[in-house]
Nanobody, 124 residues
Framework: QVSLVESGGGLVQTGGSLRLTCSASGRLPGTRVMAWFRHATGKEREFVAAITWRMRNTHYADSVQGRFTISRDYLRDTVALQMDSLRPEDTAGYYC?????????????????WGQGTKVTVSS
């Protein structure tokens, strides 16, 4: 059983920054990909960023490339999403996800474990 817990969401003005953290625990696979997705009201769940656990290869959605940075702390089993230059369209619930393997995937159904999410609101 894998547990993912997100934290760090909140309210920020346009152009501001937030840092989300995902803490992973339980029976974690040695080779895994950790990712962030977001889900805005009235829209489908959207891939944001992913990182491979061992090699730290990263992959970003075009909409956040250059503004968001995903990273992982190997010893603490945490994944962070640093979000800069935030825009109102970044407003959404942000979810941490895990899949076993070494290849980042952008489809939500490729990930078997999910956190409960943390809300991010960017005011204009």
């Amino acid at each position: 059983q894998v547990s993912l817990v997100e934290s760090g969401g909140g309210l920020v003005q346009t152009g501001g920054s937030l840092r989300l953290t995902c803490s992973a625990s339980g029976r974690l696979p040695g080779t895994r990909v950790m990712a962030w997705f977001r889900h805005a009201t009235g829209k489908e769940r959207e891939f944001v960023a992913a990182i491979t656990w061992r090699m730290r290869n990263t992959h970003y959605a075009d909409s956040v490339q250059g503004r968001f940075t995903i990273s992982r702390d190997y010893l603490r089993d945490t994944v962070a999403l640093q979000m800069d230059s935030l825009r109102p369209e970044d407003t959404a619930g942000y979810y941490c996800a895990l899949r076993e393997g070494t290849i980042p995937k952008a489809r939500a159904n490729e990930y078997r474990s999910w956190g409960q999410g943390t809300k991010v609101t960017v005011s204009s």
